[in-house]
């Protein structure tokens, strides 16, 4: 069945350093992609999206990439802060049901 | 307002009471989503609503749960007869896009505890 999913669900980060948190999607017909980030006690926020006729998107600090071939994009945080520790979902269009998410901790 | 209001935010209730969870999304959005998140887990859906369309009622658990949106705004998730096992974060969400097209815009969240 179609499922987007994450693979890793925790990330431990030393503070300063780069964090990649991978996603993994089923349907090849989605072709619009979310991240949102959710710090503890709040509703997610978003924080990047990417179309299927992109590659790669960046933002300010983060990046996504997406590789169509194998159904799997990726977040990629640069310089990881405290202020980053949150769980990460990412979310496909038409679907709407999240999965578990990645918690990323950043060690100080 | 400037986001999703969600109310109450905490909400404790005992076990086969029913319970009203509100939502306002954002002035202008038409579609509007509500959402389950128990302990550490992702989002489940629960029901989308889209304009004057008829709602999308497939996450919903049971048929205690039911929801309205009046004049395509606020939004009304009740849970009648409610157990323990609903116990859980309600998050509601609004777009200007449909189904899931565009970013969705959460609110804080309604959490339900059920003694």
């Known amino acids: 069945g179609e499922s987007v999913g994450l693979h890793l669900p925790t990330l431990s980060v030393q503070e300063g350093d780069n964090s990649i948190i991978n996603c993994a999607y089923s349907n090849s017909a989605s072709d619009y992609f979310i991240w949102y980030k959710q710090e503890s006690g709040k509703g997610p926020q978003f924080i990047i999206d990417?179309?299927?006729?992109?590659d790669k998107r960046q933002g300010q600090r983060v990046t996504v990439l997406l590789n169509k071939t194998v159904k799997h994009l990726s977040l990629q945080i640069a310089a990881t802060q405290p202020g980053d520790s949150a769980v990460y979902f990412c979310a496909e269009n038409y679907k709407l049901s999240f999965g578990a998410g990645t918690t990323v901790t950043v060690r100080a | 307002g400037a986001g999703v209001s969600q109310s109450p935010s905490n909400k404790v209730t005992e076990k086969g009471k029913d319970v009203e969870l509100r939502c306002d999304p954002i002035s202008g959005h038409t579609a509007l989503y509500w959402y389950r998140q128990s302990l550490g887990q992702g989002l489940e859906f629960l029901i989308y609503?889209?304009?004057?369309?008829?709602?999308?009622k497939s996450g919903l658990p049971s048929d205690r749960f039911s929801a309205e949106r009046t004049g395509g705004s606020v939004s009304t998730l009740t849970i009648q007869r409610t157990q323990q096992e609903d116990s859980a974060v309600y998050l509601c969400?609004?777009?200007?896009?449909?189904?899931?097209?565009?970013?969705?815009?959460f609110g804080e969240g309604s959490r339900l505890t059920v003694l």
């Open positions: 969400a609004s777009s200007l896009r449909t189904k899931n097209t565009g970013e969705l815009f």
């Open positions: 990417i179309r299927s006729n992109m």
């Open positions: 609503f889209q304009g004057n369309s008829a709602p999308d």
